[in-house]
């Protein structure tokens, strides 16, 4: 029920396109702008191909810091939407959402609930990053469980010391006492695990992996 009312309410949100034509994806806008696409059967047995075109540069314009996704049918504007967006398609609904990293969903969700991932376009960082996954399937795996470790650990220390900088603060430390991290690392590692960290995020939304506690962590949600 609760997605239902979320689709309903983004869909509310949604804006008639201009008709405009879609841009190419361009060799120097791999960290700029993320483009997927997705082919459905239209309702007379043609093949249409929508596009989700993401501008990262939009969010830093736009009123709420989120950023807007087009929406393109064959090759045209058809619509757009504030991010988060839920698109109405033929069978079901496109949602695209962001987080501080780069897309951390833009899945085809049919009327049954499943969930497809679109496909990246071959010249953007997240096809490369597919490219690479199809060909070398051991070292994608090792790079994503590098970006795994490089999540958890800095979780794993950063934390306690997040708290007891908490429980330094006056009301705090009056109602719940304070605490004392077990765990003291130098400033300079601590950036180092914070960097480590965000590099494992980017790397976790280019194959559009999101967890909501490891990866929101790592961007201060």
């Not at 090759?75 to 967006?85: D, F």
């Not at 690479?132 to 220390?157: F, N, Q």
Request: aromatic fraction near 10%.
């Amino acid at each position: 029920m609760f997605e239902e009312w979320r689709r309903h309410r983004a869909a509310r949100r949604i804006t008639p396109g201009n008709g405009r034509a879609l841009r190419p994806f361009r060799w120097w806008q791999p960290f700029s702008r993320v483009l997927f696409y997705l082919p459905l059967p239209d309702g007379d047995g043609r093949q249409v191909v929508y596009a989700v075109d993401v501008r990262y540069a939009q969010r830093f314009f736009s009123e709420d810091g989120k950023g807007r996704a087009h929406l393109y049918r064959d090759g045209r504007h058809h619509a757009e939407s504030p991010l988060p967006a839920a698109f109405p398609v033929p069978g079901g609904t496109i949602d695209v959402a962001l987080s501080a990293f780069g897309l951390k969903r833009c899945h085809y969700v049919t009327a049954g609930g499943a969930e497809h991932r679109l496909l990246p376009d071959r010249r953007s960082a997240e096809g490369r990053r597919a490219r690479l996954e199809r060909e070398h399937p051991v070292l994608s795996g090792a790079i994503g469980l590098c970006s795994l470790i490089l999540l958890v650990v800095p979780a794993l220390l950063l934390v306690p010391q997040l708290i007891e900088t908490a429980t330094l603060v006056p009301p705090v430390a009056e109602r719940f006492g304070t605490f004392t991290s077990p765990v003291q690392l130098p400033v300079w590692l601590n950036i180092g695990l914070a960097l480590g960290a965000a590099a494992a995020s980017t790397e976790r939304a280019l194959r559009l992996r999101y967890n909501w506690l490891l990866d929101s962590a790592a961007q201060g949600e």
